[in-house]
C-alpha cells in the first residue's frame, strides 16, 4: 500500500485534494467527492538561514542527505534555493508536483520522503492544503528548482506536533523540495501532433496557449463504438484505471457540436478519480500517456445513455477533448 504524505495542513488520513476545478464541471463523474480546504495562514516573516548542509544527492531529483541543524534553528521561516530552476514561476492557487525529504532539526530523523516511493506528490499550493510554512515558501519559486526549508512549529504541525510522524510540538522541520511542475486554469498538454487523417472523426485544435481548443464534429453518422485518439501525445506514464488524474477537459454534442461542459471556462482544472467518471472515460483514458491531450466520441451506452444529464439529451453522442496533465 502506498504510503500517506505527512505535510498536510489537515491531520493525516485527509489526503485527498479539495476540488480544484469540480465546481459545476461535473458532468463526467458518476460520484460527487469535493472536501473543503482550510483557509491558508497569514505570512509570517521568511529569513535565508540557519539551514542544515546537503552531504549527498546534491542534484536536482536525487534523494538528498541532510545533516543535523547547526545549533538552535530560527524562530522563523528559512528559506533557501539550492538549485535554481529555469521553469514558469509557481503562484498561489497553482497544482505543484513535487519531490520531497522532511527531516527533524535536532536529531536529523527523516520521518517522510517521496523518491523512495518514487512517487511525486501534486497537490495545490497556497491554498491551505499543505503546511503553512510550504504554502508561504514555495510560491514565487521556478519549475525545475530545489528549495530547502526550515520550518518552525507554528508553521509546521502547531503546538500538537504529528504523533504519527514523530514530530513533537516543539520540533522545527527541515525540508528540501524539488519542484518538478506547476499547473493552472492555464495549462495545456505538450505532446506530439499527431496526425488527424479520418474525415469521419471530429477534428481538435492543437493550440497549447491554455485556451480551450477547437473541436468540429463532421457531419454524417456518429461511430457506434468507443473513439478513444491522441491528438498531442505526451510522453508521460500510461494511465491506470486506478489513477486520479489532473485534467483540462472540453465537451460537446456530435449533434449540432454544441459545448455543454468545460474546465477552461472556470479557469480551474478538473481532479477525478478514474473509476468514478463516465465508462468513456475510463475506457478511453486507460493506457494513454500523461502529458497527452485525447479525442474521446462517447457514444450514449457509455456516457449518459437513455437519460439526459443537464444540457446532455438523452441518448446523446459525446465528443470530449482531454488534456491528462499529471496523476495525482
Known amino acids: 500500500m502506498r504510503r500517506r504524505s505527512l505535510l498536510l495542513a489537515a491531520p493525516a488520513g485527509l489526503l485527498a485534494l479539495a476540488g480544484c476545478g469540480d465546481g459545476s464541471s461535473d458532468k463526467a463523474e458518476t460520484g460527487d467527492s469535493s472536501p473543503s480546504s482550510p483557509a491558508p495562514q497569514d505570512s509570517a516573516k521568511t529569513v535565508d538561514g540557519p539551514l542544515p548542509a546537503i552531504t549527498a544527492g546534491t542534484a536536482f531529483g536525487e534523494k538528498p542527505t541532510v545533516a543535523k541543524g547547526p545549533g538552535k534553528p530560527s524562530a522563523d521561516l528559512a528559506v533557501k534555493t539550492v538549485?535554481?530552476?529555469?521553469?514558469?514561476?509557481?503562484?498561489?492557487g497553482d497544482v505543484l508536483q513535487f519531490d520531497y525529504l522532511g527531516q527533524i532539526?535536532?536529531?536529523?530523523?527523516?520521518?517522510d520522503n517521496s523518491y523512495d516511493r518514487g512517487v511525486p506528490l501534486t497537490m495545490a499550493i497556497g491554498v491551505g492544503q499543505l503546511i503553512p510554512g510550504w504554502d508561504q515558501?514555495?510560491?514565487?519559486?521556478?519549475?525545475?528548482?530545489?528549495?530547502?526549508?526550515?520550518?518552525?512549529p507554528a508553521l509546521g504541525y502547531g503546538t500538537q506536533g504529528n504523533a504519527q510522524a514523530?514530530?513533537?510540538?516543539?520540533?522545527?522541520?527541515?525540508?528540501?523540495?524539488?519542484?518538478?511542475?506547476?499547473?493552472?486554469?492555464?495549462?495545456?498538454?505538450?505532446?506530439?501532433?499527431?496526425?488527424?487523417?479520418?474525415?469521419?472523426?471530429?477534428?481538435?485544435?492543437?493550440?497549447?496557449?491554455?485556451?480551450?481548443?477547437?473541436?468540429?464534429?463532421?457531419?454524417?453518422?456518429?461511430?457506434?463504438?468507443?473513439?478513444?485518439?491522441?491528438?498531442?501525445?505526451?510522453?508521460?506514464?500510461?494511465?491506470?484505471?486506478?489513477?486520479?488524474?489532473?485534467?483540462?477537459?472540453?465537451?460537446?454534442?456530435?449533434?449540432?457540436?454544441?459545448e455543454f461542459?468545460?474546465?477552461?471556462?472556470?479557469?480551474?482544472?478538473?481532479?477525478?478519480?478514474?473509476?468514478?467518471?463516465?465508462?468513456?472515460?475510463?475506457?478511453?483514458?486507460?493506457?494513454?500517456?500523461?502529458?497527452?491531450?485525447?479525442?474521446?466520441?462517447?457514444?450514449?451506452?457509455?456516457?449518459?445513455?437513455?437519460?439526459?444529464?443537464?444540457?446532455?439529451?438523452?441518448?446523446?453522442t459525446l465528443v470530449f477533448s482531454l488534456d491528462i496533465l499529471a496523476k495525482l
Open 137 to 152: 515558501a514555495l510560491p514565487g519559486k521556478r519549475v525545475g528548482s530545489r528549495v530547502e526549508l526550515a520550518i518552525p
Open 166 to 258: 514523530g514530530i513533537k510540538g516543539t520540533d522545527t522541520l527541515v525540508f528540501v523540495v524539488d519542484i518538478r511542475d506547476t499547473f493552472s486554469g492555464k495549462s495545456s498538454a505538450k505532446g506530439k501532433a499527431v496526425p488527424q487523417d479520418d474525415a469521419a472523426l471530429p477534428k481538435v485544435g492543437t493550440d497549447t496557449d491554455g485556451k480551450a481548443p477547437s473541436i468540429e464534429v463532421p457531419k454524417g453518422a456518429a461511430p457506434k463504438k468507443l473513439v478513444a485518439e491522441y491528438i498531442l501525445e505526451g510522453d508521460g506514464e500510461a494511465v491506470k484505471p486506478t489513477d486520479k488524474l489532473l485534467l483540462q477537459y472540453k465537451g460537446v454534442l456530435w449533434d449540432g457540436g454544441k
Open 83 to 92: 538549485v535554481e530552476g529555469s521553469g514558469p514561476r509557481v503562484a498561489k
Open 261 to 316: 461542459d468545460s474546465s477552461y471556462k472556470s479557469g480551474e482544472l478538473a481532479q477525478f478519480p478514474l473509476a468514478n467518471l463516465i465508462k468513456g472515460w475510463q475506457q478511453g483514458l486507460a493506457g494513454k500517456k500523461v502529458g497527452s491531450r485525447v479525442m474521446l466520441v462517447v457514444p450514449p451506452e457509455l456516457g449518459y445513455g437513455d437519460k439526459a444529464s443537464g444540457d446532455i439529451p438523452a441518448n446523446s
Open 105 to 111: 532539526w535536532d536529531s536529523a530523523k527523516v520521518f
